[in-house]
């Protein structure tokens, strides 16, 4: 590189430089520029001071200026104070630099539009020259694979790597940080990259750069939120298909988080469902702690994939026992009865007070024996049951340990993880930091972490069975331009029930037969053409909730009931405060009695169009039961929204209720889904409520849409 | 007492005995005998060995046997194989042994009946003697008081005891011994009691005995499941009557860990719901997951009633300022905002990268200055709009735990609990130790159990604040004997739809106006006197569900479809497979719509009568929506049930439904209650659903009730 040209891409020049300049070098200890030196120690690299005050420095030549550099930095850490910040990157920009790091404050985070200004001015920078910012306002990187502690911030030692090292990424420097002191227990780390303000780099590209990066075997990252949230979604993507777990914790998930997330980083919180079903979809391990988020990161780069879907259990105690199997209950995890065999070498060794089933209470006194263990735990481990062993540590003490190289050494031959569960809180206790080294052993602090772990480990495994998806279209070519048409028509934000059903019909979605008419005589023509009984609806853009209004009647048997209930309904539209303007009435066969859905979809500002499917009426609203996904969505995933609903049993007839066909019902919300996906730049919101099931019939009754403004 | 008579009760002398005899007492290394001895070094009181094998143990006479022991002990440790015990211990009754610890196990534990018959023996010497019998199967007892570890058990340390020690009951001795290591972290542990099979002491006795003594401050507990349940409640009721926070962790609580509770300890698992209803009425504190127990516990020793409602949370890191927030909104803790004159403190000190706000951002820089971290602490802290302050630690490195005395001398100065929560998951770090010895300053690992723990001080001070209650009678004097003879009476197990009315008007539940008759012609008249429009069902013990059986007809608007409806249903009757008893109609006079609410009760076999509120109808069934609690209840209790529902707001008139009368609801589910605990010995279960409530009026349309089999 003589010729000072770098052909590798910016951000791997940034995470893993061949050579590092410090701009704001300094020998005055405390000082940034001295702790980041501090912090290069065992850096593999080049690394080059730069500061005008001094002509050496740390042992070697300091240079006045980036540009008076003899070669061409990957990555420059730039220590300086903000006022200077700026001329330093644009100098970084002009030599051809990889990328910079930007440890200042006082950005976009203090809310001041002067500062949000000069945050904007590094990230134009950024973009005009394809050199990648950190920061600002970031503690930095670490990149333990080179030894390269790009940070003033204190951070653990750097040690040998180990195959099943986790990368950490953060946006928040001190949680990075913090959670990169799991070093210090025995966890092996690749990378703890910190995005601060991420003018330019950002959560999304440090996962992304890690999907790629063969030292991490799995990815822990710590999110507030993203102004484009889907570009995580694509990072989270390229894991999956790269089979590197992602275990992600997200902050700012109320309203006080998302309004303390506002005021720390400027990047905006979206909606926290649209982010659960985003990720998830995305193959994202969701934990809803920060404590469990290092300890599963961890598991998922030790454990294989689940040789078989059962979990043994062997403790030493009877209470533990009852702990594995409250929480693998109800986390889902199966814990299959031990085949005869395995029973038969079990009863062999266990005394009467113990138990030989699954969980199994082996007792104090097969512990004490070497040979009986090694008998009970191969036996558990061999049996085609059980893809993983849960064990559990009561004490502390130092005599405590002597299971766990059996346990290490069964765990390497038959290729299983073998869980060990802390039972007494966060006291680590010897052999702690042997088992977090040990590539067959997992640790945990919390039996309910564990199983947790386990059923995500076990939903992953289904998932990447799976075979993949091609999405299919379901509503016929021209439905797209014709439905665009008519929304553009459309001279309300919100559409007339009649306008509204034509695009679903376009769309293959059954409405009833109905007829928008201008008088009573019309209405009755109407009903004897379509048949009775027919319902009864004042169409006007200027009511879109009906029931409410009272201009709607319902199961009208004849000419004369239909008559009457004309009158009223005008009546009761006129009595509106602002008179509605009344397009007509809507004079509407009556479907059959049935499970009522609602589907819907809106636009969120981050993700796009969503669907959202729940049970019908008031009370599912209140009781919020519905499931959400990104639109457009396959069958598969309507299918997977259905079965999440808490009350989707009454989907199969609950207590003579009427049974609904999942396939069909998946359909419409599909077509839903894709009407949304469609129109997502003319139409901000779908409402059908209720949708009315029955069979393989599914018909929406109502249809609300609303333009985008 | 050279009488060798003790006039303290046997529970007191059991478990902080001034003399114990060693029986089985040995000097053999690795032994029971000797390691009970080992942890007996530091016990105040008078040890004597017991054992016919040797003349002197441990440098003092050894005796034969306990009849041969120069003065009666206190407590007996009995560390003799099974077949001996029983032996020692009616030896130990009838020389006046306080009580005995039977560490043997291979008795109920194993689920064969004659080791369930060996135990019982045991209980039986128990009653017959007063003597009491802690185990069979326990690991013993430690009383930190006294110095005494009862145990044979590897046990931490005897450290001088601290104002804010914990009592630690588990029936399970390996948890409950586990869990005794944080004495090793700095926690102050009074008493460690394990229970055991419980064939007489059990965590009733233990909690109750902790209740009374002084040494201890907050009890952590760990359930698996009672015979007698309410034995618990009312040694929950103590503490609370002693002010003595009872923080516990309840296992075996699904199918799967009741089953191996069962074949644990023998012991039956009450319905869970039941178990935290009763429970959370007698002021205990449950967490759900063993981790949380020792943290609460510790707070709780240390906590004193909160004098604000709000909490301050200081931070040096935003990513733990919105992880506070989150917390905070999801356990429901208020975080208000600063008044000017603290604002003003905070703006002064907290650079513009910083949060002057609550949560608190104050930056690394502030924590730097002694000066600016003082200023703000305090401000914070006589601030009165807090009454806790909570704040975050990200490194476990030496250097940062500077703080720690700002924030104890301050809390100590005002009377205020400062939460440390160690944000890097368990790695205590330097700091930790001293944290947890300090009376201000409280410790967690969790953000999430931190403020799931004020969330649960906050709570406990509310309750506290509430007038003592006396509960009232509703129903007249006479109802409950006349119920009594009506169900007496009553010739089937479940009683017909009148009958079970009759019940319900005696204890003032309205009924809707009905009567029964025998043919279409009375039913005509009978509908002509209460007025139309009416309802029609069949009355028949053998038909509980009418619905199902098609043998109800609602809305009869006049004669002519009141007579077609009876010999419809009359002929739907018939067709059951096995011909119904017909006791006639029931004309009832319909009740005009309004929200459909259900109202039940049921006794249970270990905790009796029981009574639950639920919204009506399947979707609610299905969503398990209901709240339960102990028989009979207060308004206070039945409105409190109400606020719970997930659905609640429906009772305010949701969506233009109609809104009910909250106090006379509740008076419905007091009577019901009162009716359930009244008969309960011959109830078995009711169940008023709908009740169908508009307004003030509240109506059982339909009632079932259930006989004792």
């Known amino acids: 590189m003589s010729d000072g040209a770098d052909r590798r891409e910016p951000l791997a020049r940034l995470l893993a430089p061949a050579s590092v300049a410090i701009v704001g070098a300094s020998d005055r200890p405390g000082s940034f520029g001295a702790r980041i030196f501090a912090n290069l120690a065992a850096f593999r690299g080049r690394v080059d001071p730069v500061n005008g005050k001094y002509a050496r420095l740390h042992d070697r030549p300091c240079y006045p200026e980036i540009a008076a550099l003899p070669h061409v930095p990957d990555c420059a850490i730039i220590a300086v104070p903000r006022a200077a910040v700026q001329t330093v990157v644009e100098a970084c920009a002009a030599r051809g630099v990889g990328g910079v790091i930007v440890i200042a404050s006082g950005y976009a985070e203090t809310g001041l539009p002067d500062r949000i200004a000069l945050q904007a001015r590094l990230a134009a920078i950024a973009r005009e020259s394809g050199m990648r910012i950190a920061g600002p306002n970031t503690l930095g990187i670490v990149n333990y694979v080179l030894g390269a502690g790009l940070t003033f911030s204190a951070m ?228 085609p049951h059980y893809g993983a062993l849960v064990t559990t540590h009561q004490y502390a003490y130092p005599a405590a340990t002597g299971r766990l190289p059996v346990f290490s050494r069964l765990g390497a031959q038959h290729g299983r993880i073998v869980c060990n569960v802390w039972v007494p809180e966060w006291l680590g206790g010897p052999g702690a930091e042997e088992t977090e080294r040990d590539p067959y052993l997992a640790l945990f602090h919390s039996m309910d972490r564990c199983f947790a772990a386990l059923a995500a480990w076990q939903h992953r495994a289904r998932q990447r069975r799976l075979a993949p998806e091609t999405l299919v279209r379901f509503a016929p070519a021209p439905a797209r331009a014709e439905a665009a048409r008519a929304l553009h028509a459309a001279p309300d934000r919100v559409l007339t029930e009649g306008a509204a059903k034509r695009i679903l019909a376009l769309y293959g979605i059954e409405v009833p037969a109905e007829r928008l008419v201008s008088s009573a005589d019309a209405a009755v023509a109407a009903a004897e053409a379509i048949g009775f009984p027919v319902a009864l609806k004042v169409e006007s853009p200027d009511i879109p909730h009906k029931t409410e209004a009272g201009v709607i009647r319902l199961d009208l048997h004849d000419a004369a009931a239909l008559r009457a209930a004309c009158s009223e309904i005008l009546a009761a539209a006129r009595q509106a405060a602002a008179p509605p303007r009344i397009a007509g009435l809507l004079v509407q066969r009556m479907v059959p009695r049935g499970l009522e859905m609602m589907v819907g979809s809106r636009v969120d500002p981050l993700f796009g169009p969503l669907v959202v499917v729940g049970l019908g009426g008031v009370l599912v609203e209140l009781l919020r039961d519905t499931a959400l996904e990104l639109a457009p969505v396959s069958p598969r995933q309507a299918l997977a929204m259905l079965a999440r609903l808490r009350g989707a049993r009454l989907l199969d007839g609950f207590r003579g209720g009427p049974a609904v066909d999942r396939d069909r019902l998946a359909e419409v919300i599909c077509r839903v889904s894709e009407l949304a996906a469609d129109q997502a730049p003319l139409l901000a919101e779908i409402d059908l409520n209720p949708l009315i099931c029955t069979g393989t019939r599914i018909i929406a009754v109502d249809g609300l849409m609303v333009k985008q403004a």
């Not at 949680?175 to 210090?184: E, H, N, R, T």
């Not at 990378?191 to 996962?207: I, Q």
């Not at 979604?233 to 700012?252: G, I």
């Not at 294989?304 to 105690?317: E, F, K, L, R, Y």
Request: proline content about 8%.
């Open 156 to 383: 653990p030692p750097v040690l040998p790597l180990r195959p099943h090292a986790i990368g950490i990424v953060s946006q928040s420097g001190s949680i990075g940080f913090a959670l990169a002191q799991a070093v210090m227990r025995g966890v092996s780390v690749s990378h703890v990259l910190t995005a601060g303000n991420s003018c330019d780099v950002d959560v999304a590209d440090c996962v992304a750069y890690l999907a790629r990066d063969p030292a991490c075997r799995a990815i822990a990252c710590v999110l507030e939120g993203m102004a484009a949230p889907l570009r995580l979604v694509a990072a989270a993507r390229a894991a999956w298909q790269a089979d590197k777990p992602l275990v992600l914790y997200k902050m700012a998930t109320g309203a006080a988080g998302a309004a303390a997330a506002m005021s720390h980083t400027g990047s905006l919180a979206g909606s926290e469902e649209a982010y659960a079903a985003a990720l998830a979809g995305a193959g994202v391990v969701q934990v809803d702690r920060l404590e469990a988020l290092i300890e599963a990161a961890a598991f998922f780069a030790k454990a294989p994939p689940p040789p078989a879907d059962g979990v043994a259990v062997i403790a030493t105690s009877g209470g533990a026992a009852i702990m594995a199997a409250d929480k693998a209950e109800r986390h889902g995890v199966a814990l299959p009865q031990p085949q005869p065999a395995t029973r038969a070498v079990l009863e062999a060794h266990i005394p009467d007070f113990g138990s030989p089933r699954n969980p199994c209470d082996v007792t104090a006194q097969v512990i004490a024996d070497p040979a009986g263990l090694l008998a009970c735990t191969e036996a558990l481990l061999t049996d």
